[in-house]
């Protein structure tokens, strides 16, 4: 019995050392990639403390397991789990944080640069383009009850978190109803957008159209796919994520998202590496490596890098009161167009309001109609769900918008972060959170419609 015992705990152990060896091992560094890259953004970009971040951004399995050493004096964190699997991101000026992978942190930090300077203080501005408030409050609105809703979507004080929910905001009519903000939290504060970033992207590339300097029915002409049927590949079906590329979006695993993420110091590289899986523009699938492939082709339609890295802020940010948002490059020097922009919950409000006003910002033309009508109209094989960059209909059942009008569409981020804009109810809504687990979007969105008079 005592040998029988011992064969089944030797086996066990067997068992264990594989697991850790096949699965657990190659997986280590996506662990601490990740948590050395949000907690330096974090604490550096968007000022979060440590042990917020750690409750909050890295709150959930496996990212969890990783422990991060901040270093002040030199703009970094360190990231490990069980002491392995080391890594480091540092933080750059005006480019953001970036993991550390084939060069040394001082190369690395030398990539950042200076950002345009906000052209007007935003204290002394109405809003929508300022931060001074309106008194007055639309006709017909029930602002009672949308308190009490925004009051709702946050935990109490002292209670288990559950909803999870770190700002929210309502602007009706380009009027801002309301906002709330988890405690510790406030205007001011800058919350990661995740890939709510792609749909900025999509607003940078319609800029270069709308001012002529981008066909998107042409070729990419990337380089690399001169050679082969890639090349054949349009702007608008990377617009679309209907390029055909082979690509797994799977953070939890090694795939070609996690490699370009947290193993690429040239993410544009490591997307133009994939071959063709499907023939372009016959395909949907969800992809961070299409936006930043997206990213790459504004960069090389607009030819410099000094105006390309200024280009977010001075053709769209700065023209639209978003002077509190930043979007952070990878080592080579490219917007990570998937995954990596802060701002706060009104200058997410701001571009919900472009958008909702299709691409007019209080008299400025920021974006041509035709193109906001383009970028929140269905790609038919995304059966219904995508549009150019926004999304049309929620990704998972469970949060179905069953009760919402049809005209929605909506900035989506990971974890739950979002800007839905229903023209036809004049309305722009903000939630920003770390998790949708308790938290139902429908039920959300349906009682402030139903604050609002039809």
């Known amino acids: 019995m005592k040998k029988i015992i011992r064969r089944v705990l030797w086996a066990l152990l067997g068992a264990l050392v594989l697991f850790v060896v096949w699965f657990a091992w190659p997986r280590l560094?996506?662990?601490?990639?990740?948590?050395?890259?949000?907690?330096?953004?974090?604490?550096?970009?968007?000022?979060?403390?440590?042990?917020?971040?750690?409750?909050?951004?890295?709150?959930?399995?496996?990212?969890?397991?990783?422990?991060?050493r901040v270093d002040t004096a030199n703009w970094s964190v360190t990231s490990t789990v069980f002491g392995l699997a080391k890594r480091t991101a540092v933080f750059r000026d005006g480019a953001g944080a970036v993991l550390v992978l084939d060069s040394d942190p001082e190369t690395v930090r030398e990539t950042g640069y200076a950002l345009p300077e906000a052209p007007f203080d935003p204290d002394t501005v109405a809003w929508p383009l300022g931060d001074v408030l309106p008194g007055a409050v639309?006709?017909?609105?029930?602002?009672?009850?949308?308190?009490?809703?925004?009051?709702?979507?946050?935990?109490?004080?002292?209670?288990?978190?559950?909803?999870?929910?770190?700002?929210?905001?309502?602007?009706?009519?380009?009027?801002?109803?309301?906002?709330?903000?988890?405690?510790?939290?406030?205007?001011?504060?800058?919350?990661?957008?995740?890939?709510?970033?792609?749909?900025?992207?999509?607003?940078?590339?319609?800029?270069?159209v709308t001012d002529g300097r981008l066909d998107i029915h042409a070729p990419t002409g990337i380089p690399a796919w001169q050679q082969d049927e890639r090349s054949a590949i349009t702007t608008d079906q990377v617009l679309h994520m209907t390029t055909g590329l082979e690509w797994v979006e799977n953070y939890f695993?090694?795939?070609?998202?996690?490699?370009?993420?947290?193993?690429?110091?040239?993410?544009?590289?490591?997307?133009?590496?994939?071959?063709?899986?499907?023939?372009?523009?016959?395909?949907?699938?969800?992809?961070?490596?299409?936006?930043n492939l997206l990213s790459g082709i504004v960069r090389?339609?607009?030819?410099?890098?000094?105006?390309?890295?200024?280009?977010?802020?001075?053709?769209?940010?700065?023209?639209?009161?978003?002077?509190?948002?930043?979007?952070?490059?990878?080592?080579?020097?490219?917007?990570?167009?998937?995954?990596?922009?802060?701002?706060?919950?009104?200058d997410w409000a701001r571009f919900g309001i472009l958008m909702e006003n299709g691409g007019v910002f209080r008299g400025d033309t920021v974006l041509a109609p035709s193109w906001v009508e383009y970028m929140s109209r269905t790609e038919p094989v995304s059966d219904g769900f995508y549009g150019a960059t926004f999304w049309l209909k929620e990704p998972s059942e469970e949060q179905a918008l069953t009760d919402v009008p049809a005209d929605v569409f909506f900035a989506d981020g990971f974890l739950g972060q979002r800007v839905y804009v229903i023209p036809s109810r004049d309305l722009v809504v903000v939630r920003m959170g770390y998790s949708l687990s308790d938290f139902n979007l429908n039920d959300f969105l349906k009682k402030l419609l139903e604050a609002l008079p039809e």
């Open 253 to 291: 695993t090694i795939s070609e998202a996690t490699v370009m993420l947290m193993q690429s110091s040239d993410m544009l590289a490591s997307v133009t590496a994939c071959p063709l899986a499907h023939e372009p523009g016959t395909h949907w699938s969800y992809s961070s490596g299409d936006a």
């Open 29 to 68: 560094p996506i662990i601490t990639a990740f948590a050395a890259k949000g907690m330096c953004s974090s604490v550096f970009l968007a000022e979060k403390a440590p042990d917020r971040v750690e409750a909050e951004d890295l709150s959930f399995f496996p990212i969890s397991l990783a422990r991060s």
């Open 138 to 208: 639309p006709a017909g609105v029930d602002l009672a009850k949308i308190r009490a809703v925004l009051d709702d979507a946050f935990d109490r004080p002292g209670d288990e978190p559950l909803k999870k929910t770190l700002g929210v905001a309502v602007v009706y009519k380009d009027t801002l109803l309301g906002e709330r903000y988890l405690e510790g939290y406030d205007a001011g504060t800058r919350f990661h957008g995740w890939s709510m970033t792609k749909s900025i992207t999509g607003a940078l590339a319609g800029a270069l």
């Open 300 to 346: 090389r339609s607009i030819g410099n890098d000094a105006e390309y890295h200024a280009y977010p802020y001075t053709r769209l940010f700065h023209r639209i009161g978003m002077l509190h948002t930043t979007v952070e490059t990878d080592a080579s020097g490219l917007f990570v167009a998937s995954s990596y922009s802060y701002g706060t919950v009104r």
